[in-house]
């Protein structure tokens, strides 16, 4: 892994653009690349953690010398569902805001009430769901259908192991979307928030 | 035909790479057995009389090869000070990581096993399992010493402990792993006939083949060598068809393979070096109709078990409380009625 490369890759784009606009142009498309391999078995969730953490740190760093980025964001938020299992959503996390999102962390252990409230009061656009244990994925319909009852609900997009054993769950729970890696999360708020940054 | 055998002779003449009577089948359930005796699953946990009662029970039910002496995944971390979370509806889960600051890991010592108070109930289970039963083996369950660490540390830090802290890695094997040899060998004198040894960290999904060979695998051979029985390694979902020749070098006996890899590639690759143990997919067989628990499990069968070396199971090591008595019951009847050697249907 090569930090350094990294920020000067990062530099040299940002010439001919704006942070988040090179960003989009070298970081983006680098974690995609790096999460279809991994979806191919050819690199190992240690390295797409470590890409991902390389690529948030980066940005950030630049985006704050460069002081761009700063403006309204389309709201976005993400939860791990009552585990305390973290990394699932670190990748995601690490991958939006490398991408150039602002997204409101919720946490670990997030219970149902806890993460309907916190979406009543913040009113996300998009809400993100990580899972890692088979009842707590269940429990997305809880989640789902409360948000239902105070229109509009935020799109509801989740992932983790259950959902990645299977394919048909996302859509047994009610949510909108299932990204199977941090490269698909990208790809799927893109389309929920029309690429707004 | 060959004469019906009993649990422990047809899962001795698979891993002996020969055929059986039949396919053996590992039902390998934590959770059910607290609805065979209508508790929660707190109150079931909370003593080894019940664990060993829902084991037989389930046994008696459905007839698979095997009793299973774990209570949850998390009673290691539990033994070595970490918090448990209970819940109704799945496994108990661990709590907020016990380090925090990892320099506490150059002074951590490893739990006293027989202090333990909820070691000891996995360890009553597994006496009272050897006391009440006969010719069926008995796993006992150990964290690998190199997947423990996601749990005492969380996965984020544990990851950035392999990739940046070398010294303080190396400490908290050398911890883990006298730990788990301690933890295995007393499982082993209460009664268990093998041990699984859950290493979902070395699988390819986690690290680089090259990452484990350099770390999971070397703890692997280090530890199984100090466990006074055999060792079946899982993976816990977790794909290994890449090291697959490496892991059969650690001295394990069988391996535990994901529903996500060619079942019959892995076979091919295993054969006369280890037993396969797999791979039917836990999360989707919520959903499963009788109908498709046959259909998977002819499949699985057709792909791996020609030749023996094979044992029909889930592909995580622990069976979702959701999954129903009658598909329980629907892969258990396959098994019987396809798994019976010679196999002459799957050729066909």
């Given amino acids: 892994m090569d930090r350094v490369g990294a920020r000067e890759t990062l530099m040299a784009a940002a010439e001919s653009a704006d942070v988040l606009g090179a960003s989009e142009q070298v970081v983006t498309p680098a974690l995609e690349h790096i999460g279809d391999d991994w979806?191919?078995?050819?690199?190992?969730?240690?390295?797409?953690?470590?890409?991902?953490?390389?690529?948030?740190?980066?940005?950030?760093?630049?985006?704050?010398?460069?002081?761009?980025?700063?403006?309204?964001a389309p709201q976005i938020a993400i939860a791990v569902l009552e585990d305390q299992h973290a990394l699932g959503k670190r990748l995601v996390l690490s991958a939006l805001r490398s991408s150039g999102h602002a997204v409101t962390d919720y946490g670990l252990g997030v219970t149902v009430p806890r993460l309907v409230q916190r979406c009543q009061e913040d009113k996300p656009r998009v809400l993100l769901i990580s899972t890692l244990m088979l009842p707590a994925a269940l429990h997305v319909r809880d989640v789902v259908d409360q948000l239902a009852l105070s229109a509009p609900r935020p799109v509801v997009l989740v992932g983790g192991a259950p959902f990645r054993l299977d394919p048909e769950l996302w859509r047994e729970v009610g949510a909108d979307a299932v990204g199977r890696n941090s490269a698909e999360a990208i790809e799927l708020v893109d389309r929920f928030t029309g690429g707004a940054r | 035909m060959?004469?019906?055998?009993?649990?422990?002779?047809?899962?001795?003449?698979?891993?002996?790479?020969?055929?059986?009577?039949?396919?053996?089948?590992?039902?390998?359930?934590?959770?059910?057995?607290a609805k065979e005796l209508g508790v929660g699953l707190e109150e079931y946990f909370s003593r080894g009389e019940?664990?060993?009662?829902?084991?037989?029970?389930?046994?008696?039910?459905?007839?698979?090869?095997?009793?299973?002496?774990?209570?949850?995944?998390?009673?290691?971390?539990?033994?070595?000070?970490?918090?448990?979370?209970?819940?109704?509806?799945?496994?108990?889960?661990?709590?907020?990581?016990?380090?925090l600051d990892v320099e506490r890991i150059r002074?951590?010592?490893?739990?006293?096993?027989?202090?333990?108070?909820?070691?000891?109930?996995?360890?009553?289970?597994?006496?009272?399992?050897?006391?009440?039963?006969?010719?069926?083996?008995?796993?006992?369950?150990?964290?690998?010493?190199?997947?423990?660490?996601?749990m005492q540390l969380g996965f984020e830090a544990y990851l950035d402990l392999m990739f940046e802290r070398p010294d303080l890695f190396d400490r908290l094997m050398a911890v883990n792993e006298e730990f788990c040899v301690a933890w295995a060998n007393a499982q082993l004198a209460a009664g268990a006939t093998a041990i699984g040894y859950f290493d979902p960290v070395s699988s390819t999904t986690i690290v680089t083949p090259q990452a484990y060979r350099d770390t999971g695998f070397k703890v692997a051979q280090r530890t199984i060598a100090r466990i006074n029985g055999p060792t079946a390694t899982h993976f816990a979902s977790g794909r290994c068809g890449p090291i697959l020749g490496d892991v059969a070098q650690t001295?394990?006996?069988?391996?535990?393979?994901?529903?996500?890899?060619?079942?019959?590639?892995?076979?091919?690759?295993?054969?006369?070096?280890?037993?396969?143990?797999?791979?039917?997919?836990?999360?989707?067989?919520?959903?499963?109709?009788?109908?498709?628990?046959?259909?998977?499990?002819?499949?699985?069968?057709?792909?791996?078990?020609?030749?023996?070396?094979?044992?029909?199971?889930?592909?995580?090591?622990?069976?979702p409380l959701q999954v129903s008595d009658e598909v329980l019951h629907a892969v258990a009847e396959a098994t019987r009625r396809w798994g019976r050697y010679?196999?002459?249907w799957v050729d066909a």
């Fill in chain 1, 39 to 72: 979806e191919r078995g050819s690199v190992s969730l240690a390295q797409l953690y470590m890409a991902g953490r390389i690529a948030e740190q980066t940005v950030m760093e630049v985006l704050s010398q460069d002081g761009s980025g700063e403006g309204e």
């Fill in chain 2, 251 to 319: 001295g394990t006996a069988m391996v535990g393979v994901s529903g996500e890899e060619d079942l019959a590639a892995l076979k091919q690759a295993a054969a006369g070096k280890v037993s396969l143990l797999g791979n039917l997919n836990g999360i989707t067989m919520c959903r499963w109709t009788a109908e498709q628990a046959e259909a998977e499990v002819k499949a699985a069968i057709a792909a791996a078990a020609p030749g023996g070396g094979f044992i029909l199971s889930d592909n995580h090591g622990e069976i």
């Fill in chain 2, 342 to 344: 010679p196999l002459d």
């Fill in chain 2, 50 to 99: 019940n664990v060993a009662e829902g084991q037989l029970r389930l046994r008696e039910k459905y007839g698979h090869d095997c009793l299973y002496n774990i209570l949850y995944a998390a009673l290691e971390v539990e033994a070595w000070g970490g918090e448990v979370i209970f819940r109704d509806d799945g496994p108990a889960n661990a709590g907020e990581p016990m380090i």
């Fill in chain 2, 107 to 150: 002074s951590l010592e490893p739990p006293d096993v027989a202090a333990s108070p909820v070691l000891a109930r996995a360890l009553r289970a597994t006496e009272i399992l050897k006391e009440r039963s006969h010719d069926v083996p008995i796993i006992g369950v150990v964290m690998s010493p190199f997947s423990l660490p996601v």
């Fill in chain 2, 2 to 33: 060959t004469a019906a055998m009993t649990s422990l002779e047809r899962v001795l003449a698979t891993l002996g790479h020969q055929e059986p009577d039949r396919v053996p089948l590992f039902l390998l359930m934590t959770m059910h057995g």
